[in-house]
């Protein structure tokens, strides 16, 4: 069972924002009091954070699919809905972020680093939110956004400024276990270190920390044995310790030929520009020439560090069992290690320029693209508003959906389809290419609001259309009785005149 991963394919989901709500207002003698619908909560996003306590990526390999809480929705009496919880993950420090294409989102680095890796959906507004002068009782709410969903890569490249880097038994981690306080697992076969170890060594009045890469072979750099899995620990290493085994009995092997072999497996390896890392051939090397106990190990050590020191490397002869020459080691490591802290103090770092792109008088925010597929020509609105819109609309309400028609409308949806050539009956798709909605399109769509009961946004019983003051009343109550009262005069008068006749008389 694994207990070390360093790269991880995670799957994570922001939470989706809750639905706004259609509410009327309902009080003892008002029982039409207005709309009183709440909004609808954000999702939750998900956080990729440092964790000081966090040493592996193992709990997202068992777990790979992560989703953020979704926001609740909305309800009458102007209650808006909860917002949804953010999903923290936490991550060990070194940790890069990548995305489905390769190319890196953040390098947390430092204890307080962290990214958005997907942002919760914005909740829907309810109809309290919605109402206007013009449109008083809206019968809708809109729909809360889907949150975020994509895939991420997790690769963790270890903090260390010392790498100790060598064939498999060549002594990295025995040296580790002498100049430091880990206790990595050490035995007499190959690829006995499957993790990479860290430890901390104190030279004097200087600390640094030293790390035991697992064991390289020809063509680690192509894949083969455990060497690419764990060469990006090197990346951020500032010195790169040769630890050549001078006591080996395989055929073919020797402290120059282990050393070449090596070398060209770190000049193949390709570091990741977009970090800003200097390939590992460029590095500070030494070369410490191993388990110098040994008899014919030490004469082996002693022949060949002339030659080495004539391509400008500098050769310590140690034996981690008998613990000699690790002093003048750990100081010359502590002596490099401060250079490349000074040079790196040193350096100019440019500080980010800010560029503000202030939005063009014209732009409207979307654009209209003519499209010609298998299926007929047809038309595609994108644009981050129009998209949003859409996604928004509850299409089984025809007064949301004359809501949408009024929104695009206002911002110039339809006369941009007619600039492109549409005309009544052609298909308009709005939204990107694997999820959009698509339209029978109807050049009069925003004046569909007469096929509804009533002015769109309008209750008829809400509105006071024909009330009639108090003076109205009279003067229509006296009216009335004064059209009686000449009705029965005139009646009166023609009984007088032998005029009126019964239901009973003839004509």
Request: aromatic share 4%; proline share 5%.
């Amino acid at each position: 069972m694994a207990t070390f991963v360093d790269r991880v394919v995670l799957h994570v989901s922001a939470g989706n924002g809750g639905h706004g709500v259609a509410s009327v207002k309902r009080e003892k003698f008002k029982p039409l009091g207005g709309p009183d619908g709440g909004n609808g909560g954000r999702g939750g996003s998900v956080v990729v954070a440092v964790d000081p306590q966090a040493t592996t990526l193992l709990d997202y390999h068992h777990t790979p699919h992560r989703r953020a809480e979704n926001g609740r929705p909305g309800a009458g009496d102007e209650r808006n809905g909860a917002d949804g919880a953010d999903l923290v993950l936490p991550v060990p420090e070194g940790t890069v972020v990548k995305d489905g294409n390769g190319d890196v989102v953040a390098d947390l680095v430092g204890h307080d680093a962290s990214v958005v890796l997907a942002r919760g959906g914005r909740g829907g507004l309810g109809n309290k939110a919605l109402a206007s002068a013009r449109r008083k009782a809206p019968g809708f709410a809109l729909l809360g956004e889907p949150g975020e969903d994509l895939d991420v890569v997790l690769e963790l490249k270890s903090l260390a400024d010392v790498a100790l880097i060598g064939f498999p038994s060549a002594g990295k981690s025995s040296l580790v276990s002498v100049v430091s306080a880990a206790k990595p697992k050490i035995a007499d076969y190959p690829f006995t270190t499957l993790v990479p170890n860290l430890g901390v060594v104190t030279a004097g009045s200087a600390r640094f920390t030293i790390a035991d890469v697992p064991g390289l072979i020809p063509g680690a750099s192509e894949g083969k044995g455990l060497g690419l899995e764990f060469l990006r620990h090197v990346e951020r290493c500032s010195v790169l310790v040769h630890v050549v085994d001078c006591a080996t009995l395989e055929p073919g092997r020797d402290p120059l030929t282990d050393l070449d072999v090596i070398e060209a497996e770190l000049s193949a390896y390709v570091t990741d520009d977009s970090l800003g890392g200097r390939p590992l051939s460029e590095r500070t090397r030494i070369v410490v020439l191993n388990k110098a106990d040994v008899p014919e190990a030490r004469d082996l050590a002693e022949m060949v560090r002339p030659m080495l020191e004539e391509r400008g490397l500098e050769v310590f002869v140690v034996s981690a069992v008998a613990h000699t020459g690790l002093k003048e080691l750990t100081f010359a490591l502590a002596r490099h290690v401060a250079e490349a802290r000074a040079e790196l103090e040193a350096a100019v770092v440019e500080r980010p320029r800010i560029v503000v792109r202030p939005k063009a008088v014209d732009d409207s925010g979307f654009h209209v693209r003519r499209e010609n597929t298998s299926d007929g020509e047809l038309f595609r609105v994108l644009g981050e508003r129009p998209t949003r819109w859409v996604r928004q609309t509850d299409f089984s309400n025809d007064e949301a959906v004359g809501y949408l028609a009024d929104r695009l409308s206002r911002l110039g949806v339809e006369e941009a389809l007619l600039k492109a050539g549409a005309v009544a009956g052609s298909t308009v798709l709005i939204g990107p290419e694997d999820n959009a909605v698509v339209f029978d399109w109807e050049p009069t769509m925003s004046s569909g609001a007469e096929l509804l009961s009533g002015p769109r946004g309008t209750d008829v019983r809400l509105e006071d259309y024909g009330r009639k003051t108090r003076g109205e009343k009279r003067e229509e109550f006296h009216a009335r009785k004064d059209a009686q009262t000449a009705a029965r005069d005139e009646l009166a008068a023609e009984r007088r005149a032998g005029q009126w006749s019964g239901p009973d008389s003839e004509d």
